[in-house]
Structure formats: C-alpha cells, structure tokens
C-alpha cells in the first residue's frame, strides 16, 4: 500500500476514533434531558385500534388564546381530579372512567374521546421532549418523553403517585400530525403489562385549539 | 480539466465553505442527540440498536472533519468521511423520497412542524443541496491529489 494512502486511511480512522471518544465523553456529562442510552432500546410502533366512531363528536371551532391555567390558580378553575397529581395514597383514580375494558391494547382516541377521559379524571402522559412540556401541556399531564434518558425514572414517579392498574385507561398525547412518540411510548407501556392506553391521536396542538386547559413550566 | 479549478485560493475557500457547513451541522445534534436520534429513526433505514451510536457519534465526527478542512489538516480523509457522509444521506433522503415517506431531514437539527408536501419539498432540496457539498469534496480531494503528486515529482527532479 503506498504510504500516502496509508497514512491518509490511518488519519481516517483516527478522525472515528476522536469522535467516538467524544461521544462517549460528551454523554457521560449530559444533562439527563440531553442523554442517550448506548444500548439498544426498543423503537417499535404498536398494531393500532381505530378511533370508535361512535365516540366521535363535533369538535368545538378552533377559538382564539388558550386559557393558561397558572399553577397558583389551578384550583379556582372547575376542573376534574385529574388536574392535580395525586400522592400515592390515592387509590386507582383513573378507575373512575365508564369505559369498559378494551378489545384491543392500543387504541387512538379523538379530541373529543380525549375531553371526556380528562373529565373523568384519566392521567395524561406527555411523549414530547421535556423543553415542549414546559412549552405549553395538557393540564396535569405528566412528563415522560420518550426519547430521553430519564424516561423510565419519569414513568416511575408517575406509576409511584397514581398507581394505574393495567386495565385502568391511561391517555398518551404528542405533537399530532405524523408525530409517533406517543406510540411509541405506547408500545413501552405495553411492554410493561399496561393493556388500556389511549393514543390522543391529533395531540397537543388539537388540545390548545379546542380551548381546553393547559399549563406551563416544568413538571 | 481547467487548472484555475484546482488554483490554491478556490482550493481554500472551498474547504472552508464546506468545513462551516459540517460544523454548523454538528452544532445543534451534539447540543441535543435525542433530537437526532428520532430523525434517524424516522428514516426507517436503521435497525434500532444503531440508533442511539449512530446519534451520538455522527455529529462529533461532522465537527472534527468540518475543524480539519477548515485548518487544513488531514484534509484528504476529512473531506474523504466528508464525502462518505453526504452519500449516505443523498441515498437516505433518496429511499425515502422514492417511497413518498416525508422525513424531517435532521441535517441541522430538528425543524418545526411542516405539512407532508413541505416535507417533501425540502427532501428534494436537501439531496440537491448535498450533491453540491459533494462537488465541493470532489474538488478538495482533487486538488489535494494533484498537489501530492506534484509534490512527489518535484522531491523526485530534486
């Protein structure tokens, strides 16, 4: 091999090297909003359930500002148990939904079926990246974005206060349109022997469109 | 080919050019790797256990080649793993659009919320773009080759 090619092949690797080294380096010290996990992690999307058209409602009109529902205020507003985050004294609230067990694990939901689970007191989880959470989320939904590091530690907490049993409903939202981080956060919690989750098919943006309640600031 | 297309100054401001662009790539996915990694997921191209590897390691590696063509140094393999990335992606770009499947490019980041068609657009912009950079990397590797072989002719005259 001549000598210029061959240096230049060792230059090659070399600039691998130094880029794996900082990789490395750089993960270590991230923050865990900023992590990724070096082992594999399971990024499959669940076999998906229709919305149930006779749930479907009109949806109200797209109105104007959202109602922001500052933390210190949240109790003035009417609003079901949900809006609050529940110590772990609290037994099974999301068992207070009329819907009957599934037929099937996963099924995606319309605004509408998303507006009553909120009534009846369903917990939220947010897929998003923490940094849209703080953004703007559903009132009293709790942060698990899926593709951060802490998710599972996130998951936990949530686990730990509500305490969800497998059949109990639990609702799943990201950004609507193509976003897939609630399905994909689906297919976690599946894995995980919860078989009653609802996919909020149309999302965050569909939620501030229809005027319902949200919050801001981190979890 | 014309000798003005491998003249020193053009030679220069071409590495240049090209190493800013890596590095202002880079930039974004190594502040926020979970970001990147869900845009290379969406490609569907790659078995999840790259995933996260893949994610972490590419934009470290846009930076060092964009600080080395930049600097001048090893500039051969620089604009070589230069080349070799703007490949991969003009084909992954290409997959996708071949299967009308819309991804977020990722190429400097994550970008906002965009219709399907949008998506598309972009998508033709994104590999019209890259097959420029690639111009741009043939030409370093070309008149980095015909300086070291003029090198090589002059050492051998001496």
Request: hydrophobic letters at 45%.
């Amino acid at each position: 091999m001549p000598t210029a090619l061959r240096s230049t092949l060792i230059q090659f690797l070399t600039l691998a090297g130094c880029a794996l080294l900082a990789a490395v380096l750089s993960n270590a010290v991230a923050t865990p909003t900023r992590r990724l996990f070096w082992k594999p992690v399971v990024r499959a999307l669940p076999p998906l359930a229709p919305p149930l058209l006779k749930e479907r409602e009109p949806e109200a009109p797209i109105t104007a500002p959202t109602p922001v529902v500052p933390a210190e205020t949240r109790k003035a507003v009417p609003s079901p148990s949900a809006w609050t985050k529940p110590g772990p004294s609290v037994t099974s609230p999301t068992a207070t939904v009329a819907e009957p067990p599934p037929s099937v694990p996963i099924r995606e939901i319309t605004a509408g079926e998303a507006w009553k689970a909120f009534q009846a007191g369903t917990p939220f989880l947010d897929a998003r990246r923490s940094a849209e959470y703080a953004d703007g989320h559903v009132a009293g939904a709790w942060s698990t974005p899926v593709w951060e590091a802490d998710v599972d530690d996130r998951l936990l907490s949530f686990k730990a206060a509500r305490r969800p049993g497998a059949d109990d409903p639990i609702v799943i939202y990201c950004s609507g349109g193509d976003c897939r981080d609630s399905h994909l956060l689906a297919t976690k919690l599946l894995n995980e022997g919860y078989f009653h989750l609802l996919i909020f098919r149309d999302g965050y943006p569909a939620w501030v469109a229809q005027g319902h309640p949200i919050e801001k600031g981190q979890p | 080919m014309s000798p003005w297309l491998r003249h020193p100054r053009l030679t220069l401001a071409v590495r240049v050019v090209l190493g800013l662009v890596f590095i202002a790539a880079a930039l974004p996915k190594i502040i926020d790797p979970p970001g990147f990694a869900k845009a290379i997921w969406a490609y569907e191209l790659f078995p999840t256990w790259s995933l996260n590897p893949l994610a972490l390691t590419l934009p470290w590696l846009e930076l060092f080649c964009g600080l080395a063509l930049c600097l001048g140094i090893w500039v051969r393999a620089a604009a070589g793993w230069v080349g070799t990335l703007l490949l991969a992606f003009c084909l992954a770009l290409s997959i996708n659009l071949a299967k009308r499947h819309p991804v977020d490019c990722g190429c400097f980041g994550a970008t906002a919320h965009k219709t399907e068609s949008e998506r598309l657009a972009d998508m033709r912009w994104s590999i019209l773009r890259d097959t420029g950079l690639l111009l741009l990397v043939a030409q370093v590797l070309w008149a980095s080759h015909a300086a070291n072989r003029s090198a090589t002719t002059d050492g051998q005259q001496v």
